[in-house]
Each structure stands twice: as C-alpha cells, then as structure tokens.
C-alpha cells in the first residue's frame, strides 16, 4: 500500500461523492406546476391560510409518519419553540435535555425562559440514557426533549414510560431522523410532539422549513395559535371553545414557504429509498471498519432503523496504544478520507452561554429569575458520557450528501485508507514522539 500520505505518499482516496443534485426534474416540475397554479388561482399559495401546498404537504407528512396532525413551521428551531409552548413550558419550568445535539436541541427551552436540566448520554447510541433521565427529574421538571441524534431512534419507550408516571410531556426533536423507525414506529410520533427539520443538509429538503407532529388534537390547536396566521385559526380551533377566545395575531412569524411545500412533497415520496441509500452505504463502511483497530462503527440497536443524516464512528484508543485521535484523523485526512473529530465537539452544557448563564444579553434569566424554584448551574462532570465522547473518541466521516446513491466505490476506498494507516501505526507513533 505504499507510504502514508501524511508523510509524502500518494493519497488513497480519489472519489469524491460529486454534487448530488438535491433538487431534481420532478421537484422543479412541481414547483412550476404550483406557481402556474397560483397565477390562475390566488388563494392557491396562500401560506397563512394553509391552503394548496402548505396544506397538501401537511397532510401527506402527517400520513406518512402515522400521526394525526402536521403543522408545517419555518424550521425545526421553530417547531421546537413551539412545541415547547404548546406544551405548556412556562418561565422556570425545569426541562431535561440532552447535551449531544445541535445548539437548538436546547434553545427552544431557554426561548421559553424554562431551564435546561442536562442528562446523560447512552454511551453506544449517544441518545438520551433513560435511567440518567429519571435522576434529573425534580418537582419543576415539566417535559423531556430527546434527540435522536445522528438519525438512530432514541430509546423512547422507558422514556415515555417515565413521562407517563411523572405526568411530564415529550418533544422529540427529529430534525436528523426523517423516515427514521423505533419498534415499528416513525421517530417524531412517538412523543407528544416531534419537530423535523427539511432545512438545507437534512435527509429531505426543501431549501427552508420544518414541522411539527402531533397526535393530539388539543396540542395541535395551541401550536396553531402562537405558530399560524389567525387566517387558519377559526378552522382549527372552532371545536374547542376553550381555546377560540384567544384567536388574535399574537404569534411568531414561523411559518414556511409554500415553495419548500412543493419540493418536499415529492421528496417525501423518496425519503425511504433515500433513507435505504444512506444505509447501504453506511453498513458497507461499517462492515469494514468493525475489522479495523482503531474505529468503531456507529452501532445500531435492535428494532431501530438508523437514517445515517450523520455517520458518526468512535475513535477506540486502547486499540492502537501511542496514537492520538488528532494524528489518527490527520493520518486518514491526507489519504483523502473526509473525516474530522466530531460533530458535537463541545457538550452544551459546557458551553459558554450556559457556562456563565447568560442567554442574549439577559437579565440572568432564565437561571434568576423569581420564577426558578432552585439554582442549576452546570459543570464538567453533570455528564460524563457525552463530556467523554466529546473530549476522547467522537470522530465525523462525510457530509450529509455523501451518503446518496451507490458510494460502494468510494467506501471501498476510505476502506483501504483505514487499512493503510492500520498497517502504518507505527509512523503514527513516530510522529507523536516528534510532537
Ligand atoms: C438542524 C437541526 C435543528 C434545526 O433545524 P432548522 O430547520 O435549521 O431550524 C434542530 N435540531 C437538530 C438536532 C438539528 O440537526
């Protein structure tokens, strides 16, 4: 195999997984027909009212994933503010959150003024450890946001199990997971509420966007109240008196494009044999890099279908004694494979706006406010899971669209870039020792 490129020898890697088109013929028909549409009909591609696209791709969404109600939103930021709200999150409610995510897993919850609670990460899955759940919970812990991180389902059963006995609300955020299954169900329709993004980068895409799913037609009408125009309202919550006395403009601007409704209509249609790419790719990967010393492939529980938005691996250190994860990744870097340190990098709670507790300019809210019931602060050691996993063994292999299509070639080839470094530690060594 030749000398390591890192010290002056040839690359391994010479494929790239080129420029997926991520919109297609169809998708641009779509969009065409729709405006064409909209020309002779002007309440077609009304946003505010739900009609045409909005509606339409709400209702194929909400069919697709098995639940009752979709409510289309700006992103999964937004669907997550509002799930949060419609949850009933007050000002110093307590709202247990993983710290492995996107920023935004936690946002949500600070938007509302309500305090994040960290717990603790499976080491295997990186989602939300049940029994680390449990152990957070007080008597102002209100819900549990769970991530199912990187596409694989969180293991939402004790969870929700816990949710039930303690009477706290699950939002997922399934902004990484579409099309992803838990025992048979799609993660998002799990919880009270599942929030998916079809942002740029995610596994359907619309440029902009997200939703919010819901099978309980109480939450969805108070969504509908702070997330949509009043023009839906007097549909939705018509048939719940409780509620019609608060139709007003009071509300976010979150709604979406009615043109990302045309897109991901039909990307919705192939989001399972995308899905199915993502994975043939990833467990051809995954098949060679288990013989590899070194690298753990991401693994995959038992009644879990994994949607690979991420391919994430785990550095193992013991198995290749004097090589650090830096130069390991260096080493696999000059050979072409993209592969970096990591996603996460820096647990949330360790980061510097909940270091020193100061969101936005705040007042100290929401951690002093009159409405917090205890002082929560957060240091290393609240999570040593995901602190470890950060710190020591997360690695990151290719961006969001590598995955697409037959990459066997191209997976062939990190393959025997893996192998090379493999059969080269010892120069890894030497460089170690010159650091
Ligand atoms: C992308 C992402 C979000 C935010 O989605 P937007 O549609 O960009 O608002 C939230 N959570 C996670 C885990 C994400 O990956």
Same mark, same amino acid.
Request: negative net charge; charged residues 20%.
């Given at each position: 195999?030749?000398?390591?490129?890192?010290?002056?020898?040839?690359?391994?890697?010479?494929?790239? $997984?080129?420029?997926?088109?991520? %919109? =297609? &013929?169809? +998708?641009? #028909?779509?969009?065409?027909?729709?405006?064409? !549409?909209? /020309?002779?009909?002007?309440?077609?591609?009304?946003? $505010?009212?739900?009609?045409?696209? %909005? =509606? &339409?791709? +709400?209702? #194929?969404?909400?069919?697709?994933?098995?639940? !009752?109600? /979709?409510?289309?939103?700006?992103?999964?930021?937004?669907?997550?503010?509002?799930?949060?709200?419609?949850?009933?999150?007050? #000002?110093?409610?307590?709202?247990?959150?993983?710290?492995?995510?996107?920023?935004?897993?936690?946002?949500?919850?600070?938007?509302?003024?309500?305090?994040?609670?960290?717990?603790?990460?499976?080491?295997?899955?990186?989602?939300?450890?049940?029994?680390?759940?449990?152990?957070?919970?007080?008597?102002?812990?209100?819900?549990?946001?769970?991530?199912?991180?990187?596409?694989?389902?969180?293991?939402?059963?004790?969870?929700?199990?816990?949710?039930?006995?303690?009477?706290?609300?699950?939002?997922?955020?399934?902004?990484?997971?579409?099309?992803?299954?838990?025992?048979?169900?799609?993660?998002?329709?799990?919880?009270?509420?599942?929030?998916?993004?079809?942002?740029?980068?995610?596994?359907?895409?619309?440029?902009?966007?997200?939703?919010?799913?819901?099978?309980?037609?109480?939450?969805?009408?108070?969504?509908?109240?702070?997330?949509?125009?009043?023009?839906?309202?007097?549909?939705?919550?018509?048939?719940?008196?409780?509620?019609?006395?608060?139709?007003?403009?009071?509300?976010?601007?979150?709604?979406?494009?009615?043109?990302?409704?045309?897109?991901?209509?039909?990307?919705?249609?192939?989001?399972?044999?995308?899905?199915?790419?993502?994975?043939?790719?990833?467990?051809?990967?995954?098949?060679?890099?288990?013989?590899?010393?070194?690298?753990?492939?991401?693994?995959?529980?038992?009644?879990?279908?994994?949607?690979?938005?991420?391919?994430?691996?785990?550095?193992?250190?013991?198995?290749?004694?004097?090589?650090?994860?830096?130069?390991?990744?260096?080493?696999?870097?000059?050979?072409?494979?993209?592969?970096?340190?990591?996603?996460?990098?820096?647990?949330?709670?360790?980061?510097?706006?909940?270091?020193?507790?100061?969101?936005?300019?705040?007042?100290?809210?929401?951690?002093?406010?009159?409405?917090?019931?205890?002082?929560?602060?957060?240091?290393?050691?609240?999570?040593?899971?995901?602190?470890?996993?950060?710190?020591?063994?997360?690695?990151?292999?290719?961006?969001?669209?590598?995955?697409?299509?037959?990459?066997?070639?191209?997976?062939?080839?990190?393959?025997?870039?893996?192998?090379?470094?493999?059969?080269?530690?010892?120069?890894?060594?030497?460089?170690?020792?010159?650091?």
């Amino acid at each position: 195999m030749g000398k390591l490129a890192i010290n002056g020898g040839s690359k391994t890697v010479t494929l790239s $997984p080129g420029a997926w088109p991520r %919109v =297609g &013929e169809e +998708e641009i #028909a779509a969009v065409t027909d729709g405006l064409r !549409r909209s /020309a002779q009909d002007t309440n077609y591609i009304s946003a $505010p009212a739900g009609k045409g696209p %909005v =509606g &339409e791709f +709400e209702r #194929a969404f909400a069919s697709f994933m098995g639940s !009752r109600h /979709a409510m289309t939103t700006s992103g999964c930021g937004p669907a997550l503010h509002i799930a949060l709200m419609a949850a009933g999150v007050q #000002a110093g409610d307590e709202v247990i959150v993983s710290p492995y995510s996107w920023g935004q897993t936690v946002s949500c919850i600070l938007h509302q003024n309500a305090i994040p609670i960290f717990a603790d990460i499976d080491p295997r899955t990186y989602t939300l450890d049940p029994a680390s759940v449990e152990s957070k919970i007080s008597d102002n812990t209100r819900a549990i946001v769970v991530v199912h991180i990187y596409g694989h389902p969180a293991d939402m059963d004790p969870i929700v199990q816990i949710a039930q006995k303690r009477g706290l609300m699950v939002v997922e955020d399934n902004a990484q997971a579409t099309g992803a299954i838990y025992k048979g169900r799609r993660t998002g329709s799990i919880g009270h509420l599942g929030c998916f993004s079809i942002g740029d980068g995610k596994n359907i895409m619309g440029g902009e966007g997200g939703v919010l799913l819901t099978g309980d037609d109480r939450l969805y009408r108070r969504a509908n109240l702070t997330g949509q125009h009043p023009a839906r309202h007097n549909d939705i919550v018509k048939d719940d008196p409780e509620l019609s006395p608060y139709i007003d403009s009071l509300i976010f601007t979150y709604r979406i494009h009615p043109v990302s409704c045309m897109i991901c209509g039909v990307q919705l249609r192939y989001l399972d044999e995308w899905n199915q790419q993502r994975r043939a790719n990833a467990e051809y990967l995954s098949a060679g890099l288990r013989e590899m010393p070194g690298v753990e492939p991401p693994y995959v529980a038992p009644e879990c279908l994994h949607v690979y938005h991420i391919y994430s691996p785990t550095f193992a250190p013991e198995e290749v004694e004097g090589v650090s994860r830096e130069t390991y990744v260096k080493a696999l870097q000059a050979e072409g494979v993209p592969v970096g340190l990591g996603y996460v990098r820096n647990p949330i709670h360790l980061r510097r706006m909940l270091q020193e507790r100061n969101y936005f300019y705040g007042k100290g809210c929401p951690w002093t406010c009159r409405h917090a019931a205890r002082e929560v602060a957060y240091k290393a050691g609240d999570c040593p899971v995901a602190e470890d996993r950060c710190a020591r063994t997360e690695l990151i292999i290719g961006g969001s669209t590598a995955w697409l299509g037959d990459q066997t070639p191209m997976m062939k080839q990190y393959l025997d870039a893996f192998a090379k470094v493999t059969e080269n530690l010892d120069e890894l060594r030497e460089i170690e020792k010159q650091q």
